[in-house]
Nanobody, 129 residues
C-alpha cells in the first residue's frame, strides 16, 4: 500500500511560483497514476492535473493549463506540481492522489461512484494580492 504526503505549500504573492511535492511511501509508486486536486474554502474539490504511471502523458484542467505542470520521479517516489503565475483564486488546500487508473483520477470530482485509491492529507497554498 502506498501512503502520500504533500509538502511545499505556503504563502506567495500573486504572480509568484510554488512547487508542491507528493512523497509516496512503499515500493509500488510506479504502479499508480498520480493526480493533483484542490479545495478552496466553501467550494467542492477540483481536479487539476494527472500523470500516467511512466510520466509520459499528462492531463490538465482548463483552469490551470499553461500555468501548472505535473511531473513525477519514480526513482524518488515523488510527484510534483509546479505552479506558476499564481493568482489569489488559486488559494486552496492542495491534495495529491494515486490510483492504478488515470481515468479514475480524471473523473474523481465528477463521478460520485469513483474515488482514487489513496489520498494525501493536503497542503495549504495561499496567494496574496
Amino acid at each position: 500500500q502506498v501512503q502520500l504526503a504533500e509538502s511545499g505549500g505556503g504563502l506567495v504573492q500573486a504572480g509568484g511560483s510554488l512547487r508542491l511535492s507528493c512523497a509516496a511511501s512503499g515500493r509500488t509508486f510506479s504502479n499508480y497514476a498520480m493526480g493533483w486536486f484542490r479545495q478552496a474554502p466553501g467550494k467542492e474539490r477540483e481536479f487539476l492535473a494527472a500523470i500516467i504511471r511512466g510520466g509520459g502523458s499528462q492531463l490538465y484542467a482548463d483552469s490551470v493549463k499553461g500555468r501548472f505542470t505535473i511531473s513525477r520521479d519514480n526513482a524518488k517516489n515523488t510527484a510534483y506540481l509546479q505552479m506558476d503565475s499564481l493568482k489569489p483564486a488559486d488559494t486552496a488546500v492542495y491534495y495529491c492522489a494515486a490510483d492504478p487508473k488515470l481515468h479514475t483520477l480524471v473523473v474523481a470530482t465528477t463521478d460520485k461512484d469513483t474515488d482514487p485509491e489513496i489520498w494525501g492529507q493536503g497542503t495549504l497554498v495561499t496567494v496574496s494580492s
